[in-house]
DNA sequence: CGCAGTATTGCACGGTGTTGCAACAGCGGG
DNA sequence: CCCGCTGTTGCAACACCGTGCAATACTGCG
């Protein structure tokens, strides 16, 4: 068969750029490349979108059974420094994890359908740059997360 | 002695109006005056600004050490509905109870130092009607909690 | 004052993270 | 290829809450 040799031969299996350089970027710091981090990179290149942390763990889990969760939340930290997730908290206070954040921005949470959208940082300026010059302070817009009633909830 | 007749005639040792009448909207409801209630009610009465849940369990089992948690989550549960607490959360995800929340405000939390302020409905008015305006949706303020840096932490 | 009906409690357990610490293992250098 | 320095891991324990369920106890009523 060709298909092992084809495996065998792809350089990567289209691995966005920014995973691609992850190892490089945490020598760089003088921080390591592990087992758990490669775990959970490979994790991460596979999802998409917002994932809570606990399921983060469970598809580590499923790649590597001896996952443990205290390795994963720390593993998080760091690739939150380096700007590769960032995270806000549900209505429930619970940690949700946006992957590859193109773009700062909040998240908007309706109480009754748990539904969520995503706050561009245009519909948020008003606050931050008003916050910024009244006060002097400097809103981490990514993990700001607004709760409220969506339009379609409101019908009730 | 005096002392002894003076606090057996006394009406109420100074309870703000609120608290002298949960037991009544309670009942209204076909809720019960419990113990338990009475010593959270208590506590809060003793209170003011913000404190954490898990703070409010403590006062209240220094007052009844018989207090278990989930008893004190539920009441106040409850007394959120009688909009006599409501309650957002801090950059750690724990949840932060305002007692006798004057007007529907947010909160503003420093990373760094771990200060907050409040942030008065006005503050806010922007982000609120807008998303109103454009999506429909209706923010709910007062669990509304936005992280950064304050000015101070700022010069760092 | 005792009853019945229903709200509430206590308890035990589960979920979601966080932290201190000793053992371990990247990784750069000899 | 082995050493040693440090960053990491795994473990165990802890913190903060939520929930299902059976036992309990408010409350209004007779
Ligand atoms: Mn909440
Ligand atoms: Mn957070
Ligand atoms: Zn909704
Ligand atoms: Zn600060």
């Given at each position: 068969m060709t298909a092992r040799a084809a495996s065998e031969r792809a350089?990567?299996?289209?691995?966005?750029?920014p995973w691609a350089s992850v190892r490089e970027r945490l020598r760089a710091r003088g921080l390591r490349w592990t087992p758990q981090r490669r775990v959970l990179i490979d994790v991460l290149a596979a999802s998409t979108g917002h994932v809570t942390g606990s399921e983060l763990v469970d598809r580590c889990r499923a790649v590597d059974?001896?996952?443990v969760p205290s390795t994963v939340y720390r593993a998080l930290d760091v690739l939150e420094e380096l700007g590769l997730v960032s995270h806000s908290h549900g209505h429930d206070g619970r940690e949700e994890f946006h992957i590859l954040p193109d773009a700062a921005h909040g998240h908007l949470h309706c109480t009754r359908c748990r539904r969520t959208w995503e706050l561009p940082a245009g519909e948020a300026a008003e606050l931050t740059i008003g916050l910024h010059d009244a006060r002097g302070f400097s809103v981490d817009l990514s993990h700001l997360s607004v709760g409220g009633l969506c339009a379609d909830c409101r019908g009730a």
């Open positions: 350089p990567q299996p289209a691995e966005p750029a059974p001896a996952t």
